[in-house]
T-cell receptor, first 114, second 114 residues
Framework: AQSVSQHNHHVILSEAASLELGCNYSYGGTVNLFWYVQYPGQHLQLLLKYFSGDPLVKGIKGFEAEFIKSKFSFNLRKPSVQWSDTAEYFCAVIFNTNAGKSTFGDGTTLTVKP | DTGVSQDPRHKITKRGQNVTFRCDPISEHNRLYWYRQTLGQGPEFLTYFQNEAQLEKSRLLSDRFSAERPKGSFSTLEIQRTEQGDSAMYLC????????????FGSGTRLTVV
């Protein structure tokens, strides 16, 4: 079955530490990939997306993600986190690019300690 | 355009009652999605529309759930004969297509069935 896995449920980092959040999916076909972020008290918002081309995509607020097709992964990275990055992060996948809907992982809660 | 609006923000209802939620998408977005989210889980797909056509409905959605998008503008999600298991956050998102694809979420409607 098509699924999205985020193995890290809760990550705690100190400011200036580097971040990598894992996202894996199970599907052998073409995918579109997304990361969304939900800051405390706010609604979900798009962080970055991958459709095709350069597998390294850059998003807002210094985040980037790399699509590694052979590993079915789309990990989110940031070289130096800030306290304001404390949020919940969701990976989402469109499994059939002709389909409209995204399937979400269960999210990773990131806590950044000042 | 102020984004995606959802109404009400909170709804408390007694078991067995019917409830209806409204979503106003971004006006130039032709796709509209409904998701449900419970604590510790990612958003779970319910249904989506392209313009006024309902293109997909989750198999998880019972016959008690129905959604409409008359004239391809706002959408309503109705739950009939609510059950305690329906308690969740109901999220609406809209999107463009092609390279403009990417969800813009509303703030959600939190339903509590007592």
């Amino acid at each position: 079955a098509q699924s999205v896995s985020q193995h890290n449920h809760h990550v705690i980092l100190s400011e200036a530490a580097s971040l990598e959040l894992g996202c894996n999916y199970s599907y052998g076909g073409t995918v579109n990939l997304f990361w969304y972020v939900q800051y405390p008290g706010q609604h979900l918002q798009l962080l970055l997306k991958y459709f095709s081309g350069d597998p390294l995509v850059k998003g807002i607020k210094g985040f980037e993600a790399e699509f590694i097709k052979s590993k079915f992964s789309f990990n989110l990275r940031k070289p130096s986190v800030q306290w304001s990055d404390t949020a919940e992060y969701f990976c989402a996948v469109i499994f059939n690019t002709n389909a409209g809907k995204s399937t979400f992982g269960d999210g990773t809660t990131l806590t950044v300690k000042p | 355009d102020t984004g995606v609006s959802q109404d009400p923000r909170h709804k408390i209802t007694k078991r067995g009652q019917n409830v209806t939620f409204r979503c106003d998408p971004i006006s130039e977005h032709n796709r509209l999605y409904w998701y449900r989210q419970t604590l510790g889980q990612g958003p779970e797909f319910l249904t989506y529309f392209q313009n006024e056509a309902q293109l997909e409905k989750s198999r998880l959605l019972s016959d008690r759930f129905s959604a409409e998008r008359p004239k391809g503008s706002f959408s309503t999600l109705e739950i009939q004969r609510t059950e305690q298991g329906d308690s969740a956050m109901y999220l609406c998102a809209s999107s463009g297509t092609g390279n403009n694809y990417g969800y813009t979420f509303g703030s959600g409607t939190r339903l509590t069935v007592v």
